[in-house]
């Protein structure tokens, strides 16, 4: 699947109501906004929305060694959670970076 990243997120703790600890990793995918018409609803979209979708933990490092915004190929796996088959982010291709990295304390 090409997609559009605009960053990645890796979060990890004790959850506050049940205190179990949880580990997410998110890709933020902007995908071109769409235009919704139904009965009781209607949303008209312009530009992009922002998709949180889970990876991996084996794709981790794939995600760390991007600059973003950039354009790659994702690879979709499917993984069991709570007894029910979820989409993944299992890994990526092709990274094209969209802006030029900037070096580390430069504006």
Do not use: W
């Not at 018409?37 to 979708?53: D, H, L, M, R, T």
């Amino acid at each position: 699947m090409k997609a559009l990243l605009a960053g990645f997120t890796h979060s990890k703790g004790i959850a506050k109501e049940s205190q179990r600890p949880f580990d997410i990793l998110s890709a933020i995918v902007l995908n071109p906004a769409g235009n919704v018409a139904k009965e009781n609803f209607s949303k008209q979209g312009f530009g992009y929305e922002a998709v949180e979708i889970p990876v991996a933990a084996s794709a981790k490092s794939a995600f760390m060694a991007l600059t973003y915004p950039c354009r790659v190929e994702l690879a979709i796996d499917h993984e069991m959670f709570a007894g029910k088959l979820k989409a993944v982010i299992s890994g990526l291709e092709h990274p094209v970076n969209l802006v030029e990295q900037q070096a580390k304390g430069s504006a």
